[in-house]
T-cell receptor, first 112, second 116 residues
Framework: EPEVTQTPSHQVTQMGQEVILRCVPI?????FYWYRQILGQKVEFLVS????????KSEIFDDQFSVERPDGSNFTLKIRSTKLEDSAMYFC??????????FGDGTRLSIL | AQTVTQSQPEMSVQEAETVTLSCTYD???????LFWYKQPPSRQMILVIR??????QNATENRFSVNFQKAAKSFSLKISDSQLGDTAMYFC?????????????FGAGTQVVVTP
């Protein structure tokens, strides 16, 4: 069964550094998402992306965050200047028309 | 705005027994989807079951079934014949059906522990 692939599985970064989280969605999916889960808390929506543009974003997704689909397969989340509170599990998801969202295994981001 | 409430932080069940997890939601929308996702200790997010609000028939997937009460805005998950591998955090989630790129809104989760 096709899967959403996320790399790296764990990223450790110094506060203030830029980080890029990578995702390869399922190949025939058209809708892409990023979610965040701070340890012990619920999963929170960050952003959705369709047709090469952001379709919706949450209040968490401020100017420090950006998303990009640089080629036909990758979907990236960039955090420009990381803060301690950015430490979380970041999940990428993708879906096709009238299809449920399938999640990747997540990237654990640790900010020191 | 939509809210999803899971009022049970933790449930314990013995192997082969049945456990029911509750979920309520609040929305003014008429067309939406409801989901249960499972998050084992590995922290993957795995889709368990999906329910379309326009369908009266409750969804089932093998040992997993839901009791969807639209008027009461209730969406409970029943796990039958519980197995040790069912130990996980279970999240209820809601999505408006108006657009294909709808965001999922999650509840706080219920930790299910299956004991031998």
């Amino acid at each position: 069964e096709p899967e959403v692939t996320q790399t790296p599985s764990h990223q450790v970064t110094q506060m203030g550094q830029e980080v890029i989280l990578r995702c390869v969605p399922i190949s025939n999916h058209l809708y892409f998402y990023w979610y965040r889960q701070i340890l012990g808390q619920k999963v929170e929506f960050l952003v959705s992306f369709y047709n090469n543009e952001i379709s919706e974003k949450s209040e968490i997704f401020d100017d420090q965050f950006s998303v990009e689909r640089p080629d036909g397969s990758n979907f990236t989340l960039k955090i420009r200047s990381t803060k301690l509170e950015d430490s979380a599990m970041y999940f990428c998801a993708s879906s096709g028309p009238d299809q449920p969202q399938h999640f990747g295994d997540g990237t654990r981001l640790s900010i020191l | 705005a939509q809210t999803v409430t899971q009022s049970q932080p933790e449930m314990s069940v013995q192997e082969a027994e049945t456990v029911t997890l509750s979920c309520t939601y609040d929305t003014s929308e008429n067309n939406y989807y409801l989901f249960w996702y499972k998050q084992p200790p590995s922290r993957q997010m795995i889709l368990v079951i999906r329910q379309e609000a326009y369908k009266q028939q409750n969804a089932t997937e093998n040992r997993f079934s839901v009791n969807f009460q639209k008027a009461a805005k209730s969406f409970s998950l029943k796990i039958s014949d519980s197995q040790l591998g069912d130990t996980a955090m279970y999240f209820c989630a809601f999505m408006i059906a108006t657009d294909s790129w709808g965001k999922l809104q999650f509840g706080a989760g219920t930790q299910v522990v299956v004991t031998p």
